[in-house]
């Protein structure tokens, strides 16, 4: 392995992607819009803001030594000496935007037909067709295209998109957060007119939840459903632990919220968390432990009882 000195390390780390094609690669370079840009080679790459990210495979990152590594394939000291080459000067990285409190949020491009999306949480997540069509009618839900990923979009208090979180429908295991996705806005089914808010660990869980909501027979639409957007970690110490921002804001937004029910994952970090969020947050909210009684989460339980009704219709006795 060739030693490169720590300093041109150093130095490599500092160049971001953009910066990197400017000077290595422009032919490679598509502009998208604005200050928004793709690689001619993988066009489902975008570059803002000095991140990148890689939508069809659920990675990203603000370099471009994150990028020769986790898309090219190169070894470490490959990807230094390719951003070094054959000079000691290094180009100077470009300079960022001002930080803007709010990101642009980079939506991929709505697929016109989202049957790939309808079929994947109806027939594999055994979410209600109704609930999957009132979202996708009120935007709150597309499919990809080219990819067909199927997006959950969250919204501000403006109706402005501001989280966005894509799951592969063909079977693998890629999801994550589009680019400039801020979690204070994530994915919800709300209804202000309600006193409690149930909170789950990510979409696929709330849609799950709403559909034994219709399957008991109540409307689902008179419920806050409310998604974390992914597993929250509280601190080592649970007491000096934070609400997480996605229930911070609509607790701030709603403050007649006097009950939240937790769905949290049957697993050790979803127990942790439960506990965490009964001893942080307010006194004056009570908070309900609600996991399911089958399966590791909510959208287990609902494939559970999706089994049952077929084994009842097929008259099979358990």
Not at 26 to 38: F, I, M, N, R, W
Not at 188 to 197: F, H, K, L, P, S
Not at 289 to 313: C, T
Request: aromatic share 10%.
């Amino acid at each position: 392995m060739p030693y490169i000195d720590p300093e041109t390390i150093i130095a490599a780390k500092q160049i971001d992607l953009l910066t990197y094609l400017e000077n290595y690669e422009p032919d490679e370079l598509v502009k998208v819009s604005g200050d928004t840009y793709t690689t001619k080679t993988h066009d489902s790459i975008r570059i803002s803001n000095g991140m990148w990210n890689w939508f069809s495979r659920g990675i990203g990152g603000k370099t471009a030594l994150d990028y020769l590594i986790k898309v090219r394939g190169y070894e470490f000291t490959q990807a230094v000496e390719a951003i070094v080459g054959s000079t000691p000067v290094l180009p100077t990285p470009r300079a960022r935007p001002a930080k803007k409190e709010i990101k642009e949020l980079l939506l991929p491009k709505a697929n016109r037909y989202p049957n790939r999306a309808i079929d994947y949480l109806t027939k594999e997540r055994g979410i209600d067709f109704e609930v999957v069509d009132y979202c996708i009618k009120n935007n709150l839900i597309l499919e990809s295209h080219k990819y067909h990923n199927v997006v959950f979009i969250g919204y501000d208090e403006a109706n402005k998109p501001r989280y966005a979180a894509f799951r592969s429908t063909n079977g693998e295991r890629i999801m994550g957060d589009c680019s400039g996705s801020s979690k204070k806005y994530s994915f919800r089914i709300a209804n202000d007119n309600c006193n409690e808010v149930h909170l789950f660990e990510c979409a696929i869980d709330l849609l799950s939840y709403a559909t034994l909501l219709k399957m008991k027979g109540k409307n689902w639409l008179s419920y806050n459903l409310l998604s974390l957007s992914g597993v929250y970690q509280p601190k080592e110490k649970i007491e000096d632990s934070k609400v997480p921002v996605a229930l911070e804001r609509y607790l701030s937004a709603n403050p007649n919220i006097n009950k939240i029910y937790l769905h949290l994952d049957n697993d050790k970090a979803g127990r942790l968390a439960t506990k965490a969020l009964q001893t942080i947050l307010p006194k004056h909210i009570k908070v309900i432990d609600k996991p399911v009684p089958q399966g590791k989460d909510v959208n287990d339980f609902l494939l559970i009882q999706r089994q049952k009704q077929l084994n009842f219709s097929k008259g099979i006795s358990r």
